[in-house]
Nanobody, 122 residues
Framework: QVRLVESGGGLVQAGGSLKLSCAAS??????MGWFRQVPGEERESVAA????????YYADSVQGRFTISRDNAQNMLYLQMSSLKPEDTAVYYC?????????????????WGRGTHVTVSA
């Protein structure tokens, strides 16, 4: 049974850092990514990694501040977030696909975690 479990969210001041973790179990995935969602808005891609193709994607809003990484031996996905801004406040979700996803959109991922809250105070 596939499970994705996020951790590492919390409250941080603007300019601070957080590191999110996603523990995957059940199988390994060629494509994994991070998405975020604010109430009343659509879920958006933050960062994604395609291990097989070596493709890494970042949303323009987080480029240079966030770093996605994977530990394939442990089946873990991470998101290092730095220089956080209040507009980064959202629920962050880990997602995984059994296919190679080069342009991450929510519809292209079959498996999702339940999310972890990130709140950035001004």
């Amino acid at each position: 049974q596939v499970r994705l479990v996020e951790s590492g969210g919390g409250l941080v001041q603007a300019g601070g850092s957080l590191k999110l973790s996603c523990a995957a179990s059940g199988q390994t995935f060629p494509s994994m990514g991070w998405f975020r969602q604010v109430p009343g808005e659509e879920r958006e891609s933050v960062a994604a990694d395609t291990y097989t193709g070596g493709t890494t994607y970042y949303a323009d809003s987080v480029q240079g501040r966030f770093t996605i990484s994977r530990d394939n031996a442990q089946n873990m996905l991470y998101l290092q977030m730095s220089s956080l801004k209040p507009e980064d406040t959202a629920v962050y979700y880990c997602a995984a696909s059994v296919r190679v996803v080069e342009r991450p959109t929510p519809a292209r991922y079959e498996y999702w975690g339940r999310g972890t809250h990130v709140t950035v105070s001004a």
